[in-house]
């Protein structure tokens, strides 16, 4: 007979965390990257000068339009460019999420004797924080091959090596956007773990099982709208640092706050949501698989293997 969960260390806890993290999050990204592609050639693009034919087919006019300029001048791989870092880091940074969402939440209760919907928040921010360290150099890259327009993918390797060889591992290179990273995921996570959990401690549990996957999985898409909605400056600005500038040679987007400032006087405020809708198609979905995933493949781990 498996051992009960409260019998089960604090180190299989941990392992057990990771691996079912670390599941959800290689899903995730399997699924979803065409509409993280989209969402980043979105963000990248001002707004046209000219209405010419050729600007026009530069131009891209919302999500759908977008998979069809990409489809017709890159093909259809086009929509998996990028996805060798999220795949990469997606393991180790959901691992870390979970993991340190899960290890951090005693620490929040300020002598609550059960988690408190601030104890669900603070632990969602510094699992956030957290992981957009560990993970911002694989996001650099991934832009970079997002935003590569040309119908010949350059490999992973290839666009790293470039970017080490020509602006180093700094915050320059490799490690630009940082601190945009770090207030995306911060954010986001946040709002996701915040909302989740405690709107789920709230709404009554069903015996029936498809009700009760029903109910989280609504409960996980309107976690992941949210947050959308509340990180989405902090991701178009990251998008703006680590993608390619407008001219050549010249950087124009540096700091976090300073690049949400440039968009919003040279494109209004509407331009700091850029990429919301294929944003939202995204991690709505995928923060209800992300959760999903995660809560049966721990429960399972711990039931099957303590």
Same mark, same amino acid.
């Given at each position: 007979?498996?051992?009960?969960?409260?019998?089960?260390?604090?180190?299989?806890?941990?392992?057990?965390?990771? $691996? /079912? %993290?670390?599941? =959800?999050?290689? +899903? @995730?990204?399997?699924?979803?990257? #065409?509409?993280? *592609? &989209? !969402?980043?050639?979105?963000?990248?693009?001002?707004?046209?000068?000219?209405?010419?034919?050729?600007?026009?087919?530069?131009?891209?006019?919302?999500?759908?339009?977008?998979?069809?300029?990409?489809?017709?001048?890159?093909?259809?791989?086009?929509?998996?460019?990028?996805?060798?870092?999220?795949?990469?880091?997606?393991?180790?940074?959901?691992?870390?999420?979970?993991?340190?969402?899960?290890?951090?939440?005693?620490?929040?209760?300020?002598?609550?004797?059960?988690?408190?919907?601030?104890?669900?928040? $603070? /632990? %969602?921010?510094? =699992?956030?924080? +957290? @992981?957009?360290?560990?993970?911002? #150099?694989?996001? *650099? &890259? !991934?832009?970079?091959?997002?935003?590569?327009?040309?119908?010949?993918?350059?490999?992973?390797?290839?666009?790293?090596?470039?970017?080490?060889?020509?602006?180093?591992?700094?915050?320059?290179?490799?490690?630009?956007?940082?601190?945009?990273?770090?207030?995306?995921?911060?954010?986001?996570?946040?709002?996701?773990?915040?909302?989740?959990?405690?709107?789920?401690?709230?709404?009554?549990?069903?015996?029936?099982?498809?009700?009760?996957?029903?109910?989280?999985?609504?409960?996980?898409?309107?976690?992941?709208?949210?947050?959308?909605?509340?990180?989405?400056?902090?991701?178009?600005?990251?998008?703006?640092?680590?993608?390619?500038?407008?001219?050549?040679?010249?950087?124009?987007?540096?700091?976090?706050?300073?690049?949400?400032?440039?968009?919003?006087?040279?494109?209004?405020?509407?331009?700091?949501?850029?990429?919301?809708?294929?944003?939202?198609?995204?991690?709505?979905?995928?923060?209800?698989?992300?959760?999903?995933?995660?809560?049966?493949?721990?429960?399972?781990?711990?039931?099957?293997?303590?």
């Amino acid at each position: 007979m498996a051992a009960q969960p409260q019998e089960i260390s604090h180190a299989k806890r941990a392992a057990f965390q990771v $691996l /079912a %993290g670390g599941s =959800a999050g290689f +899903l @995730e990204v399997c699924i979803m990257q #065409p509409l993280d *592609v &989209v !969402k980043t050639r979105i963000q990248i693009q001002a707004t046209p000068v000219a209405s010419s034919t050729a600007l026009g087919e530069l131009h891209y006019n919302g999500v759908f339009d977008c998979f069809a300029k990409m489809y017709r001048h890159e093909g259809i791989t086009s929509y998996w460019k990028g996805i060798m870092p999220p795949i990469l880091a997606e393991t180790p940074k959901r691992a870390i999420k979970f993991l340190v969402f899960e290890q951090t939440k005693p620490l929040f209760q300020f002598g609550s004797p059960t988690p408190t919907p601030l104890t669900f928040s $603070l /632990a %969602g921010l510094t =699992a956030g924080t +957290l @992981e957009a360290i560990a993970v911002n #150099p694989f996001e *650099v &890259v !991934k832009v970079a091959q997002q935003a590569d327009r040309q119908k010949k993918m350059l490999s992973t390797f290839a666009v790293a090596k470039g970017i080490i060889k020509q602006d180093g591992l700094g915050f320059r290179g490799l490690n630009k956007g940082i601190t945009a990273t770090m207030g995306r995921n911060g954010v986001f996570n946040m709002v996701y773990f915040g909302f989740y959990h405690s709107v789920k401690n709230v709404v009554p549990e069903y015996k029936e099982s498809h009700l009760e996957f029903l109910r989280k999985v609504t409960i996980g898409f309107l976690a992941g709208t949210l947050a959308c909605f509340v990180n989405i400056p902090f991701d178009v600005a990251k998008s703006r640092i680590q993608g390619p500038q407008p001219v050549a040679g010249q950087i124009k987007y540096r700091g976090t706050l300073s690049s949400m400032g440039i968009v919003y006087r040279e494109e209004g405020f509407r331009a700091l949501y850029k990429g919301l809708v294929p944003k939202i198609m995204r991690l709505g979905p995928g923060g209800a698989i992300l959760l999903l995933v995660f809560e049966y493949s721990y429960d399972y781990l711990l039931h099957n293997y303590s």
